[in-house]
Nanobody, 124 residues
């Protein structure tokens, strides 16, 4: 599966953005799929994930502000980000686990296919 992330940009604190992760080659619905982010000098941080059964898990720092969703017809995953804060600034990546896996894991090493990052910058 190939992944293509898009939708990043520069916004002010309190505004919203929606990221997209378009998949090709295989159906995204067959994978546990997740969003991660990485700020300069920091490790890749788990943001949110969605399983094949549409169960979702969120990182503590985004819970209540971000929503992950998947649209089967477009083979695309989304991350709706509301009430953005300066510390949300990072390069955002989408990734999927091996197709045979159905459990959501937070560590980035559990994800085997990645899209390129899309930059989100939140100014104060």
């Amino acid at each position: 599966v190939q992944l293509q992330a898009s939708g990043g940009g520069l916004v002010q604190a309190g505004e919203s953005l929606r990221l997209s992760c378009a998949a090709s080659g295989r159906s995204l619905s067959n994978y546990v799929a997740a969003w991660f982010r990485q700020a300069p000098g920091k490790e890749r941080e788990f943001v949110a994930a969605i399983s094949q059964s549409s169960s979702t898990v969120y990182g503590d720092s985004v819970k209540g502000r971000y929503t992950i969703a998947r649209e089967h017809a477009k083979n695309t995953m989304y991350l709706q980000m509301n009430s953005l804060k300066p510390y949300d600034t990072a390069l955002y990546f989408c990734g999927v686990r091996n197709r045979s896996v159905t459990v959501i894991h937070r560590p980035a090493r559990s994800y085997v296919y990645w899209g390129q990052g899309t930059q989100v910058t939140v100014s104060s």
